[in-house]
């Protein structure tokens, strides 16, 4: 066989050689250790919670060895691709503050010197290396329907065959002739290019996973499609081609593509590329809800599997990003203890200490990470980040958000940038019923006082306050009006007096500081009362007392 003539008959449109792309894409200028790591998803839907998982990995080691992480678009298999799913994926990145070096930035837009970074941009890169292995004798064209590699699977499930696919003496077109390969082409018979394997049964591979550790597998023996009949790369040859002339050093992807790895080698060493580390990252899986078994986290089942999720239900991207920092490396809690007010993107990452196993993403240890994130945040850039969300997703709050924003500011900022800020807020959707007491208008009143206090002592506490109210007292004359109030009313204001000789008093001041919380916000639990008084104002706290007193 004469392969150069056979490689002008495939591809007479190609001129370029797989040297001129070597020159184009020279090896980067890094230090030593510096790694080249890519996210490559499909735009096939929304961005996973698995997507933003692997996405993080593959920014913090680049980060963390002064490295290059880049954004690459695999858009080959058309059939499966969605109206704007890049831009679902940019904008799930965008979110969480996932930013690349390169790679993908938007429709049409990109950064970086070794593109494009969009596959189906790339078709005559891929068809040059595909004629250069024609050249050396590594592909060849398969003329096979489908029809008869439905009946080559049929055979081999019916037969003694190890593995079903197209090799040996199933692959029917590795050895036609030059005269049959043209002759077919003449009469315009479809075709895909396939490599041609040298693997043998009876052979192994070894490799080593950063994560994993060592890994033996069987050799690759199936002679892969490179080529569809369209001239569009598969998967496998594509991604081959993209990582060496982008010149990545680690390849991080989900275990599922373990499997994967003896073609992918075989691959890589038949174009005569240096095969590039792997780091297979475990699943994210969650507890199932009915049996109690882990499981993956399901597009169907799992709202949380959408990292659109996250962004509606307001949840800070630090918070998401801390969450997942804590299920990336054991070490991450202790070096957010000792580091509590770094980047987390600049936590020192280490591949080598990730777990092989699966990792279980749990919404109430999240919420609890974000509760942290979100209590030392300032006053004033809560409100700036929750007036964005609100815009989004909340119109009436948005609405009353930004028409007082001194007010709102300073009620997010009770008992907060305090040696001990409360944990009460998750999420940006938990805020508005946080802080609608606030609000008349998404004010609903409810009186349920203490039951251990009768209703003529509740309206005298509130008759009794509602003299002595003033909003601008200072927190020590309020307390004092307080202590005040309970002695006429048959209560005490010590509290341990009150423990020891309950029968003697009606209840305690807490009991009273509990009635006029409840008046005033019909809640048992708030934040500093006196902050809320002041804030209220005179003429609202009068009013609330009054309309508490008409309920009883």
Same mark, same amino acid.
């Given at each position: 066989?004469?392969?150069?003539?056979?490689? /002008?008959?495939?591809?007479?449109?190609?001129?370029?050689?797989?040297?001129?792309?070597?020159?184009?894409?020279?090896?980067?200028?890094?230090?030593?250790?510096?790694?080249?790591?890519?996210?490559?998803?499909?735009? $096939?839907?929304?961005? #996973?919670?698995?997507?933003?998982?692997?996405?993080?990995?593959?920014?913090?080691?680049?980060?963390? !060895?002064?490295?290059?992480?880049?954004?690459?678009?695999?858009?080959?298999?058309?059939?499966?691709?969605?109206?704007?799913?890049?831009?679902?994926?940019?904008?799930?990145?965008?979110?969480?503050?996932?930013?690349?070096?390169?790679?993908?930035?938007?429709?049409?837009?990109e950064k970086g010197a070794y593109g494009p970074y969009t596959?189906?941009?790339?078709?005559?890169?891929?068809?040059?290396?595909?004629?250069?292995?024609?050249?050396?004798?590594?592909?060849?064209?398969?003329?096979?329907?489908?029809?008869?590699?439905?009946?080559?699977?049929?055979?081999?499930?019916?037969?003694?065959?190890?593995?079903?696919?197209?090799?040996?003496?199933? @692959?029917? *077109?590795?050895?036609?002739?030059?005269?049959?390969?043209?002759?077919?082409?003449?009469? &315009?018979?479809?075709?895909v290019l396939r490599f041609r394997s040298d693997g043998q049964?009876?052979?192994?591979?070894?490799?080593?996973?950063?994560?994993?550790?060592?890994?033996?597998?069987?050799?690759?023996?199936?002679?892969?499609?490179?080529?569809?009949?369209?001239?569009?790369?598969?998967? #496998?040859?594509?991604h081959a081609c993209d990582d060496h002339f982008m010149r990545?050093?680690?390849?991080?992807?989900?275990?599922?593509?373990?499997?994967?790895?003896?073609? #992918?080698?075989?691959?890589?060493?038949? *174009?005569?590329?240096?095969?590039?580390? +792997?780091?297979? !990252?475990?699943?994210?899986?969650?507890?199932?809800?009915?049996? &109690?078994?882990?499981?993956?986290?399901?597009?169907?089942?799992?709202?949380?599997?959408?990292?659109?999720?996250?962004?509606?239900?307001? %949840?800070?991207?630090?918070?998401?990003?801390?969450?997942?920092?804590?299920?990336?490396?054991?070490?991450?809690?202790?070096?957010?203890?000792?580091?509590?007010?770094?980047?987390?993107?600049?936590?020192?990452?280490?591949?080598?200490?990730?777990?092989?196993?699966? *990792?279980?993403?749990?919404?109430?240890?999240? !919420?609890?990470?974000?509760?942290?994130?979100?209590?030392?945040?300032?006053?004033?850039?809560?409100?700036?980040?929750?007036?964005?969300? @609100?815009?989004?997703?909340?119109?009436?709050?948005?609405?009353?958000? !930004?028409?007082?924003?001194? +007010?709102?500011?300073?009620?997010?900022?009770?008992?907060?940038?305090?040696?001990?800020?409360?944990?009460?807020?998750?999420?940006?959707? /938990?805020?508005?019923?946080?802080?609608?007491?606030?609000?008349?208008?998404?004010?609903?009143?409810?009186? $349920?006082?203490?039951?251990?206090?009768?209703?003529?002592?509740?309206?005298?506490?509130?008759?009794?306050?509602?003299?002595?109210?003033?909003?601008?007292?200072?927190?020590?004359?309020?307390?004092?009006?307080?202590?005040?109030? *309970?002695?006429?009313?048959?209560?005490?204001?010590?509290?341990? /007096?009150?423990?020891?000789?309950?029968?003697? %008093?009606?209840?305690?001041?807490?009991?009273?500081?509990?009635?006029?919380?409840?008046?005033?916000?019909?809640?048992?639990?708030?934040?500093?009362? #006196?902050?809320?008084?002041?804030?209220?104002?005179?003429?609202?706290?009068?009013?609330?007392?009054?309309?508490?007193?008409?309920?009883?």
């Open positions: 066989m004469n392969y150069e003539k056979l490689a /002008e008959l495939l591809f007479p449109n190609i001129t370029k050689t797989t040297e001129d792309y070597e020159a184009l894409y020279p090896q980067r200028d890094l230090k030593e250790g510096a790694r080249v790591t890519r996210f490559a998803p499909s735009p $096939t839907g929304y961005l #996973h919670i698995g997507g933003l998982f692997g996405a993080l990995v593959d920014v913090l080691t680049a980060k963390a !060895t002064d490295g290059v992480s880049y954004l690459r678009i695999e858009d080959t298999d058309k059939k499966r691709e969605i109206d704007d799913g890049v831009s679902a994926i940019i904008n799930g990145f965008d979110s969480f503050g996932i930013d690349f070096d390169e790679g993908v930035t938007g429709f049409n837009q596959q189906s941009q790339r078709a005559e890169i891929y068809q040059t290396v595909a004629k250069d292995l024609v050249k050396k004798g590594l592909a060849y064209p398969c003329f096979c329907t489908a029809e008869e590699l439905s009946a080559i699977r049929e055979q081999q499930e019916k037969g003694d065959a190890l593995i079903w696919g197209y090799f040996g003496k199933w @692959a029917k *077109c590795r050895d036609l002739t030059f005269e049959e390969i043209e002759e077919n082409i003449k009469a &315009g018979k479809p075709y049964e009876d052979k192994r591979i070894f490799f080593d996973d950063i994560i994993r550790g060592k890994i033996e597998m069987p050799e690759n023996i199936i002679d892969e499609v490179l080529l569809k009949s369209d001239g569009i790369p598969t998967y #496998h040859f594509a990545t050093t680690h390849v991080i992807r989900g275990e599922e593509w373990i499997s994967s790895v003896p073609k #992918h080698i075989a691959l890589f060493k038949a *174009c005569g590329f240096r095969v590039p580390k +792997y780091a297979h !990252t475990p699943q994210v899986m969650k507890i199932d809800e009915e049996d &109690g078994t882990k499981r993956k986290l399901s597009k169907r089942k799992d709202p949380e599997a959408a990292v659109s999720y996250f962004v509606e239900q307001g %949840f800070p991207k630090e918070s998401l990003i801390e969450y997942l920092l804590t299920l990336l490396n054991s070490n991450f809690e202790d070096w957010r203890r000792a580091n509590p007010t770094a980047d987390a993107f600049s936590f020192p990452f280490n591949l080598k200490k990730m777990s092989p196993s699966g *990792c279980l993403f749990d919404l109430v240890k999240l !919420t609890d990470v974000s509760k942290n994130v979100i209590s030392v945040k300032k006053a004033k850039d809560i409100y700036d980040t929750l007036v964005v969300w @609100a815009k989004e997703y909340d119109e009436e709050f948005y609405t009353l958000l !930004t028409r007082d924003e001194e +007010y709102a500011v300073n009620i997010l900022n009770i008992d907060r940038e305090v040696p001990k800020p409360r944990k009460d807020i998750a999420k940006w959707s /938990e805020v508005k019923d946080y802080v609608s007491y606030f609000y008349d208008e998404i004010y609903t009143p409810d009186y $349920t006082f203490p039951e251990n206090l009768q209703k003529e002592d509740v309206a005298a506490i509130l008759k009794a306050y509602s003299e002595v109210v003033d909003s601008a007292d200072d927190k020590d004359t309020w307390f004092s009006k307080i202590k005040d109030l *309970c002695e006429p009313l048959g209560f005490t204001p010590n509290v341990k /007096e009150y423990k020891k000789n309950p029968d003697a %008093f009606k209840g305690h001041v807490g009991d009273i500081s509990t009635v006029i919380r409840i008046a005033l916000t019909s809640r048992k639990n708030t934040p500093d009362l #006196h902050a809320i008084i002041a804030l209220l104002g005179n003429d609202k706290v009068k009013a609330r007392i009054n309309e508490a007193i008409a309920s009883l």
